[in-house]
């Protein structure tokens, strides 16, 4: 599986940004797909996931009604919408997949930088 996320760039705060992430690979379906981000000095932290639809999600207290996470399985493409921007959301952006019932993500794109100024 290979993830290749775009996107990024700098906003103000409460402005919005959507993130894209295109995978390739077979059986993507099987996949949970999900979005991380690392601010500087700062560890990499789970963002939301997405399954098959976006009845079955998952995202982190800070972003819960400000992102949202969708996927077009016919293009092999996940989305991060985010919306009301803060500059506490100024980080690299990475998407990540992991097989369905496994713990780890294993499959990693190479990051997209999300800056919002103040």
């Known amino acids: 599986v290979q993830l290749q996320a775009s996107g990024g760039g700098v906003v103000q705060a409460g402005g919005s940004l959507r993130l894209s992430c295109a995978a390739s690979?077979?059986?993507?379906?099987?996949?949970?797909m999900g979005w991380f981000r690392q601010a500087p000095g700062k560890e990499r932290e789970f963002v939301a996931s997405?399954?098959?639809?976006?009845?079955?999600?998952s995202y982190t207290s800070s972003v819960e009604g400000r992102f949202t996470i969708s996927r077009h399985n016919a293009k092999n493409t996940v989305y991060l919408q985010m919306n009301s921007l803060r500059p506490e959301d100024t980080a690299v952006y990475y998407c990540?997949?992991?097989?369905?019932?496994?713990?780890?993500?294993?499959?990693w794109g190479q990051g997209t930088q999300v800056t919002v100024s103040s």
């Open positions: 690979g077979r059986g993507l379906l099987h996949y949970r």
């Open positions: 990540a997949a992991r097989v369905t019932g496994h713990d780890d993500y294993v499959y």
């Open positions: 997405i399954l098959r639809s976006v009845g079955d999600t």
